[in-house]
């Protein structure tokens, strides 16, 4: 057997180089390994802000966000993802005001749901929905802006119909 001056006793020079080239590649290592789905799921990325403050306009929270603005990135939301930050969620905005409805199918996260008109005031919150259910969660009001954050975010944050929210793109 050849002595290479490697610490991998046996190997080769190019069969370390090759062992070395596999743990180095995208998708081989630990780290990628807590990716948020299928292809096409992707990791939460910061586009902007959004302040949640109570019905006298004193601040509750705020968050970072993603925003969803397009028809594509409507329609995929959250789906397919394991994990959302604490301090984050999703908003979508919507160029008219209309009743909106929402549902949990591919989405495996549990949500509160925060629907707000078009000058912010929250009109409805849909608390706790259920993951990959394709029951109807409806604003029955006109809604242009949703918030999509983890479930209980609301609860704990005094997040209440009446309050408002601010939005602010990065």
């Not at 190997?11 to 292809?39: D, E, F, R």
Request: charged letters at 20%; aromatic letters at 8%.
């Amino acid at each position: 057997m050849m002595n290479s001056g490697f610490l991998f006793k046996g190997c080769l020079p190019a069969q370390v180089l090759v062992l070395l080239v596999l743990i180095w590649l995208p998708g081989c290592s630990q780290s990628t390994a807590t990716s948020n789905g299928p292809v096409g799921a992707s990791l939460f990325q910061a586009e902007g802000s959004v302040t949640f403050l109570d019905p006298a306009g004193q601040s509750l929270v705020s968050i970072s966000v993603e925003i969803a603005d397009d028809q594509r990135s409507i329609k995929e939301g959250l789906m397919y993802r394991r994990s959302l930050p604490a301090q984050a969620g999703m908003l979508f905005v919507y160029e008219d005001e209309r009743p909106r409805s929402f549902w949990m199918k591919n989405t495996t996260i549990p949500l509160d749901m925060i629907f707000a008109d078009q000058f912010g005031e929250i009109v409805r919150i849909v608390e706790k929905t259920e993951p990959l259910s394709v029951r109807s969660c409806r604003s029955e009001l006109p809604a242009r802006f949703v918030v999509e954050v983890n479930a209980g975010f609301c609860e704990k944050h005094e997040v209440a119909v009446g309050g408002v929210i601010q939005l602010e793109r990065f």
